[in-house]
């Protein structure tokens, strides 16, 4: 718990100098792209939060990966994080800057259910649709579940729209249980 106070902390610390120098989407960017790289890679995570090893090496390996894709803030804050031996934070810091530069650009997450990954076209689609209906930028997530058949389920904040072929059975099933339809026999 102290440790996600913390990382709320530096994140918004780091949001705010970004918006004094009007590079808070670029520094957004940067965290979400420091956020996948860790999570996506279990062996650099398990560098940066190794007690073993020391903070110059791993400034080394952050820099070697980072340091050409990405702003000068989000560099400087690997080297707070170096002085403050806080750099096991990183990847929750970078997902806590994420989330509240969302809430501050209004961008909404929308999570889409699939049977199958979303194609990019319809992605767009998707996008423009909930654009349309909350007024809202959202960033969607698409997550794929063989058991809904077919269709899809579509959360944004609050709203939930399911139009799964699973869905549509179930309510089926439900109309016939509750039918009171006797057969002639």
Same mark, same amino acid.
Request: glycine share 2%; no cysteine; net charge neutral.
């Given at each position: ?12 610390? @780091? ?6 120098? &009007? ?7 940067? /965290? ?5 790289? @860790?999570?996506?890679? $279990? ?10 090893? &020391?903070?110059? $090496? ?30 096991? /934070? =990183?990847?929750?810091?970078?997902? $806590? ?13 929308? &999570? ?5 990954? @979303? ?5 767009? =689609?998707?996008?423009? &649709?909930?654009?349309? =209906? ?25 709203? $939930? ?7 549509? =059975? ?16």
């Amino acid at each position: 718990m102290k440790d996600a106070r913390a990382a709320l902390r530096y994140a918004k610390a @780091i949001l705010n100098l970004a918006k004094d120098t &009007k590079e808070e989407s670029a520094v957004n960017e940067d /965290m979400q792209f420091i956020a996948a790289t @860790i999570s996506e890679n $279990q062996e650099f995570e398990v560098v940066l939060k190794s007690p073993v090893i &020391k903070a110059s $090496q791993k400034i080394k390996v952050l820099n070697a990966i980072f340091s050409d894709k990405i702003s000068p803030i989000t560099l400087g804050l690997f080297h707070l994080l170096q002085e403050n031996k806080r750099i096991d /934070m =990183l990847e929750s810091i970078a997902k $806590q800057y994420s989330i509240i530069y969302d809430f501050l650009k209004h961008i909404e997450v929308a &999570k889409v259910t699939t049977a199958v990954p @979303i194609t990019p076209e319809v992605e767009a =689609l998707v996008l423009t &649709k909930i654009l349309a =209906l909350t007024g809202n930028k959202a960033n969607l997530e698409n997550v794929v579940n063989p058991a809904i058949l077919g269709g899809f389920i579509l959360r944004v904040g609050d709203i $939930q729209y399911d139009a799964s072929i699973s869905n549509y =059975l179930n309510e089926l099933r439900k109309e016939f249980d509750n039918s009171h339809f006797i057969p002639k026999i």
